[in-house]
């Protein structure tokens, strides 16, 4: 199909920082409305099927920016990564007739080796096999493949989680370079009892080489258990 498509710029800041753990916890919620808004604006096109909403910080993650600022990006496609955790979810709710998401959620509190912190409505998590070192997934702990519901007092709450997340890892990492992107179901789509929407993050620790973009596997030295303990020692 020819390229089509929307490029957006969201501006987090009228001051001239680039860190996002600078922004208030208002600053920060009225963000994550933004991009809440933007999705149910872009969902009333039709010929979008999806919208991308990212964040790169620093100039190994991306960013040609200092500013403050995320993209928001509306496609004509589910793109793969997200085509592959629908259809992953889905085979595994036809299986176990529950959502994976959830068993994750509830799996990880119960042994809480890859936890960094159980708040209140979320839950941060170093998941499982990341492909990156101190990869940090915030997932709701309410079931909904929608972002674009999600209400302005739990973005206010998820707001602050992310903003220890990041200092967090500032601390542990020294500032470094990281993407975060929001995972969530299609555009128009209704809530899918096989997929749960969240945010993931990257700090660019290492750069994929020949064998991860050969593969597609990946190389990580840190084992996300002890990502977790040096992330929830930087929080406390």
Request: hydrophobic residues 40%.
């Amino acid at each position: 199909m020819i390229g089509f498509g929307r490029h957006e710029v969201v501006i987090e800041s009228e001051r001239h920082d680039h860190d996002p753990a600078t922004l208030s916890d208002d600053e920060f919620a009225r963000l994550l409305i933004a991009y809440r808004e933007r999705l149910r604006e872009l969902a009333k096109t039709p010929r979008f099927a999806f919208a991308s909403v990212f964040k790169n910080v620093g100039a190994e993650a991306g960013a040609s920016l200092a500013h403050l600022h995320s993209q928001i990006v509306a496609l004509p496609i589910v793109p793969d990564a997200i085509r592959t955790e629908l259809e992953a979810g889905n085979d595994y709710y036809r299986r176990e007739r529950r959502c994976a998401y959830c068993d994750l959620i509830r799996y990880e509190t119960q042994s809480a080796l890859r936890v960094v912190e159980d708040g209140e409505g979320f839950l941060t998590v170093c998941p499982f096999a990341p492909r990156f070192a101190y990869e940090t997934w915030v997932l709701p702990k309410a079931h909904d493949s929608r972002f674009e519901v999600t209400t302005d007092a739990d973005l206010l709450t998820l707001a602050r989680q992310m903003k220890r997340l990041l200092m967090a890892i500032d601390g542990v990492l020294s500032g470094p370079a990281y993407n975060w992107y929001l995972h969530c179901g299609p555009l128009r789509a209704a809530n899918m009892p096989y997929y749960h929407w969240h945010l993931e993050i990257a700090p660019k620790t290492a750069r994929p080489a020949g064998f991860e973009w050969g593969s597609g596997c990946f190389i990580n030295a840190v084992p996300p258990e002890l990502a977790a303990v040096r992330l929830r020692a930087a929080m406390r």
